[in-house]
């Protein structure tokens, strides 16, 4: 049987100070949507590598899950204080956060977003400009959580 690879990216805060028990709810219902849309298919859970926010969140239930995980970002994550997440596959593009945006949107099939700051909300518009306007069936799930910060 030949199986499709999707892959799901997931952007959000990658710094602590949210509500991190909605946050963790509301991907954990996704996932669970996500697990039962691709029975056939592998999942590949891609956020930015570090071991923090919604990154460490979205990897922890991607192993939860059996996802496959994808560490996407900057080589700066290889110097962050909260160390890297052991993924199955690591992707560097670029020096500094940012470096990677254009390319992780063209890695990616669809596109969930929970809370974020700047980075993440640009890379919002990036694959809205080139992934959802080809009208093809690219999903975009957004959703806020409280910042603390």
């Known amino acids: 049987m030949i199986y499709e690879v999707v892959k799901y990216g997931v952007v959000g805060f990658s710094k602590n100070k949210f509500d991190k028990k909605s ?6 219902k996704i996932f669970q949507d996500i697990k039962d849309k ?14 923090s926010g919604i990154p460490k969140i979205a990897y922890e239930l991607a192993d939860k899950y059996g996802f496959k995980t994808v560490g996407f970002s900057a080589k ?17 593009k670029g020096e500094r956060f ?7 949107i063209k ?5 969930i977003r929970i809370g974020g700051g700047l980075q993440s909300r640009k890379e919002i518009e990036i694959f ?8 093809n069936d690219s999903v975009l ?3 806020e959580v409280e910042w603390y910060g």
Do not use: C, M, W
């Open 23 to 28: 946050a963790y709810k509301l991907l954990d």
């Open 38 to 51: 691709h029975l056939n298919n592998i999942v590949e859970i891609v956020s930015g590598y570090t071991n």
């Open 76 to 92: 700066q994550a290889l110097n962050v204080a909260s160390g890297i997440y052991p993924v199955s596959k690591v992707i560097l």
């Open 98 to 104: 940012g470096d990677e945006s254009h390319d992780f």
């Open 107 to 111: 890695y990616i099939d669809h596109l």
């Open 128 to 135: 809205r400009n080139e992934v959802l306007n080809r009208g």
């Open 141 to 143: 799930i957004e959703y």
